[in-house]
């Protein structure tokens, strides 16, 4: 599957492909999975809160980490996206309209800017593979999510429902070669994610990357205003320094 790492919007009013099922894979799992891709890709504009951790590996204590973050995404499809970012990556906040991207780091007010592809889908594409920057839960909601879990797992399956708070969820868990997956969907009209848990096995290590997703809003009215970035006052703009560049001693920072 692609960077199943990114964040989740991109995908707003893009037609799903047909989806082939395979022997291994439960049809009731394969049915709550495409309603909830369906009903995401119907959508023209959409806002959450997703809230993130995952494992990294700390050389100063020697050890694993687990380290947090949350977002507040705000989409409009095709091409309006914002993403307001606090927890261990600092405070940093995300701007897209459809031609340039903007990254401001409020402790240090400075602000990078790019330009950008004409689309959502294609703006993270091009920022992840430039920059490796992530966004959160984009593989959810990318327009081919179902076909790339088939294409990587094993065997997909529904486990039962289950309760997370106040919310009845199907469980779908996803087996695969190098790395496992679980879903959590809910069990209503909307069928959206609840939340999802990324389990990968790589040189000997079992990682995890999770996220739970609130206060989800379909459809709602955003002003274009919302994803128009305006440098604050005394800000200061740094060149954004691409993976492929080579950055020297106190060049710009990333």
């Not at 949350?70 to 996206?81: Q, R």
């Not at 081919?144 to 009845?168: H, P, Y």
Request: charged content about 25%; proline content about 6%.
């Amino acid at each position: 599957m692609r960077t199943i790492i990114l964040s989740a919007v991109l995908i707003l009013g893009a037609a799903a492909p047909a989806r082939p099922q395979t022997k291994t894979d439960d049809p009731k799992a394969l049915t709550v999975l495409t309603r909830m891709a369906d009903n995401i890709g119907a959508l023209h504009s959409c806002s959450f809160q997703l809230d993130v951790s995952h494992d990294e590996w700390d050389a100063e204590t020697g050890m694993m980490v687990k380290l947090h973050n949350s977002h507040e995404v705000f989409l409009t499809g095709p091409d309006k996206m914002l993403v307001n970012t606090t927890g261990d990556a600092g405070h940093r906040g995300f701007w897209y309209d459809g031609k340039e991207a903007y990254s401001y780091w409020y402790g240090e007010n400075n602000y990078g800017r790019v330009s950008a592809p004409p689309t959502i889908i294609e703006m993270i594409k091009s920022i992840h593979e430039a920059y490796g920057v992530d966004f959160p839960a984009a593989d959810l909601l990318y327009p081919t999510f179902v076909d790339d879990l088939i294409a990587q797992s094993q065997r997909i399956t529904f486990r039962k429902l289950v309760r997370i708070g106040e919310q009845e969820c199907f469980h779908i868990m996803a087996k695969g070669t190098e790395q496992d997956m679980e879903l959590w969907i809910a069990n209503d009209a909307a069928t959206l994610p609840v939340k999802y848990l990324f389990r990968t096995r790589e040189k000997g290590q079992v990682t995890e990357y999770q996220g739970a997703f609130s206060d989800w809003k379909m459809n709602p009215d955003l002003p274009t205003t919302l994803f128009r970035f305006t440098p604050p006052p005394g800000s200061r703009e740094v060149r954004l320094v691409a993976r492929n560049e080579k950055r020297s001693p106190g060049g710009p920072k990333k």
